[in-house]
């Protein structure tokens, strides 16, 4: 029983930043990963961005390797995503998501059982 809201989307342009955050609430004790994904229109949801709660291991695609930040806020139930050098391609609806058990594969889908409802990110060239 947790939830998860997004917020901190907007219009950018190519080049500029933006800050995700993801609130949760419920039953958020037993987290063990938090995630990333965003989901263009007419292309599949893809890895964004992860990071396990314990120990802050994070892992990131490969196209946003160097210019996105995955971190835990101050709260324990806060994860932002700082976005930096944004490019058009990176346009789509960014989504949050948490895992309550180890067997999740953190760079894919499979795992998380909590997903919040998304929040539009825009860069125009």
């Known amino acids: 029983q947790v939830q998860l809201v997004e917020s901190g989307g907007g219009l950018v342009q190519a080049g500029g930043s933006l800050r995700l955050s993801c609130a949760a609430s419920?039953?958020?004790?037993?987290?063990?990963?938090m995630g990333w994904f965003r989901q263009a229109p007419g292309k599949e949801r893809e890895f964004v961005a992860a990071?396990?709660?314990?120990?802050?291991?994070?892992r990131y695609a490969d196209s946003v390797k160097g210019r996105f930040t995955i971190s835990r806020g101050n709260a324990k139930n806060t994860v932002y995503l700082q976005m930096n050098s944004l490019k058009p391609e990176d346009t789509a609806v960014y989504y949050c998501?948490?895992?309550?058990?180890?067997?999740?594969?953190?760079?894919?889908?499979?795992?998380?059982?909590?997903w919040g409802q998304g929040t539009q990110v825009t860069v125009s060239s």
């Open positions: 998501a948490a895992a309550d058990r180890s067997l999740v594969v953190i760079t894919t889908r499979y795992g998380y059982n909590y």
């Open positions: 419920g039953r958020t004790s037993s987290t063990y990963a």
């Open positions: 990071i396990i709660w314990s120990n802050s291991y994070t």
